[in-house]
């Protein structure tokens, strides 16, 4: 079965860095587009980023341009998201999700994870 497994989250300071890892099974990992999405309290899901499956390709919303950069590793079914210059409107619950085809969708997911939480704070 499929299985999406997100690490990585925990607390960080405004202006630090973590880096998010989603670890992929069940499916042929370098057939698929993944994304990253978050949910912060009392908000919906936003799409974060996303990644074509031979990894290619990369988008990248507009909150996140330039401070987050996702990739993958197709030897290790493993996806990742660096994320820099974090800000506290970056805390969320951080997601993976496999698209159904091999180029990323912003909304339609046939697979998630179970998150992994991050924290901005000072």
């Known amino acids: 079965q499929v299985q999406l497994v997100e690490s990585g989250g925990g607390l960080a300071q405004p202006g630090g860095s973590l880096r998010l890892s989603c670890a992929a099974s069940?499916?042929?990992?370098?057939?698929?587009?993944m994304s990253w999405a978050r949910q912060a309290p009392g908000k919906g899901l936003e799409w974060v980023s996303g990644?074509?499956?031979?990894?290619?390709?990369?988008y990248y919303s507009d909150s996140v341009k330039g401070r987050f950069t996702i990739s993958r590793d197709n030897a290790k079914n493993t996806v990742y998201l660096q994320m820099n210059s974090l800000k506290p409107e970056d805390t969320a619950l951080y997601y993976c999700?496999?698209?159904?085809?091999?180029?990323?969708?912003?909304?339609?997911?046939?697979?998630w994870g179970q998150g992994t939480q991050v924290t901005v704070s000072s």
């Open positions: 999700a496999k698209s159904p085809g091999r180029v990323p969708s912003r909304s339609d997911y046939d697979y």
């Open positions: 069940g499916f042929t990992f370098s057939s698929y587009g």
């Open positions: 990644i074509w499956s031979d990894g290619s390709v990369t």
